[in-house]
């Protein structure tokens, strides 16, 4: 446990975008369903928000469900689209009690109609919360994102609303699915992997990596704080060097 006096001096970073690996092999080393563990995953992200927040981060990215993730068997896919509908339902009244503002990343235009509706109401709902800023991505790729903006970008030029002479690295971030929502400046994950599975590819560009060997329904809330305290041993230099200011 970390002490108040260690708190208070740790900056905490504004954004920290979570890749929420290991559901399944928490679940099957315990002997119960791939299932079990992704539910259990589900609660453990409803705890990490309520740290995250009453640490003082501000905005929170967690990867749900990714574009290469249909592959998985039919079962475990539609498990995951049930659970996702009861979190989005559930999220409608428990954002507003706990003041989150929650958005979706990711081609939702994929996902079922009833999906999509739930998704509308939650983001609309939640949308004058103040507290903290969660983004879902769901049935995202880094990929895909990117293709999506430059068709985005595309249509606008040919329609006389955008000049190609007018493209540059500020107004694509406009385009993305993360529009006004500052970058990452650490990411976490969880159980062991060391790679970002097509994760945020371009917003993820100066951000911290934190690797954790455990899995993701283990994670607690001293875990994100030596997250946050690897962040704060890391001197970021955006491509300057070692010893500038
Ligand atoms: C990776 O574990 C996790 C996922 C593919 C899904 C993440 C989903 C949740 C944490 C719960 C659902 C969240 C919402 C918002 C409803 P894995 O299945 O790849 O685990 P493994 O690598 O051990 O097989």
Not at 26 to 51: F, M, N, P, V
Not at 90 to 116: A, P, W, Y
Not at 173 to 183: A, E
Request: proline fraction near 2%; aromatic fraction near 10%; hydrophobic fraction near 35%.
């Amino acid at each position: 446990m970390a002490t108040k006096d260690e708190l208070k001096n740790l900056k905490i970073p504004k954004h920290v975008a979570i890749i929420m690996d290991g559901n399944g092999r928490w679940a099957t080393g315990k002997g119960k369903s791939r299932q079990y563990g992704h539910k259990t995953g589900s609660k453990t992200l409803e705890t990490i928000c309520d740290d995250a927040y009453s640490l003082g981060i501000q905005y929170m990215t967690v990867y749900a469900f990714s574009t290469e993730n249909w592959i998985r068997p039919a079962k475990e896919v539609h498990y995951l689209m049930h659970l996702l509908r009861h979190y989005l339902k559930d999220s409608i009244k428990k954002s507003k009690k706990d003041n989150i503002r929650i958005r979706v990343i990711g081609n939702v235009q994929g996902l079922d109609n009833d999906i999509i509706e739930k998704i509308q109401t939650l983001e609309s709902s939640s949308s004058t919360n103040t507290g903290l800023n969660l983004q879902i991505a769901l049935n995202y790729g880094g990929r895909n994102e990117i293709i999506r903006s430059i068709k985005k970008i595309y249509h606008d030029i040919e329609n006389n609303q955008l000049h190609i002479e007018d493209v540059n690295e500020e107004l694509f971030n406009h385009y993305l699915d993360t529009q006004d929502i500052p970058d990452p400046d650490l990411l976490i994950r969880t159980s062991g992997e060391w790679r970002i599975s097509n994760f945020l590819l371009w917003q993820l560009a100066y951000t911290e990596f934190y690797f954790i060997d455990k899995h993701w329904p283990d994670f607690t809330h001293t875990d994100l704080i030596q997250a946050i305290k690897y962040y704060n041993s890391k001197h970021r230099r955006y491509g300057g060097l070692v010893n500038e200011a």
